[in-house]
């Protein structure tokens, strides 16, 4: 079992950032991460991803060239960097660990999560 645990959400204005982290109890770097977000009422969906070794990184379309996902010298922790928030990225955001080789998209491809952490983004 791997325990997650996220921080940094909050409240900001459109056009500003966060950080986000995602702290394991155990190294992270046996497992993909990701990050996922949920809005109310709307499916849970995929933010960003890194492979193990943190060479490789995916971002869903709506995030791309704006959230920068990395994992930190400390082999326990992974960060998001979200950068010109919109309104629209109010969300629920959840840290993900895949037991998976690859770096999946799916939620369904990953088996540890987070509680997840709030962010508002106000117009």
């Known amino acids: 079992q791997v325990q997650l645990v996220e921080s940094g959400g909050g409240l900001v204005q459109a056009g500003g950032s966060l950080r986000l982290s995602c702290t394991s109890g155990r190294t992270s770097k046996v497992y993909v991460m990701g990050w996922f977000r949920q809005a109310p009422g709307k499916e849970r969906e995929f933010v960003a991803a890194?492979?193990?070794?943190?060479?490789?990184?995916y971002y869903g379309d709506s995030v791309k060239g704006r959230f920068t996902v990395s994992r930190g010298s400390a082999k326990t922790t992974v960060y998001l960097q979200l950068s010109s928030l919109k309104p629209e990225d109010t969300a629920v955001y959840y840290c993900?660990?895949?037991?998976?080789?690859?770096?999946?998209?799916?939620?369904?491809?990953?088996?540890?999560w987070g509680q997840g952490t709030q962010i508002t983004v106000s117009s």
């Open positions: 890194i492979s193990r070794s943190g060479g490789t990184t």
């Open positions: 993900a660990a895949a037991r998976s080789i690859g770096v999946g998209k799916g939620a369904d491809e990953y088996d540890f």
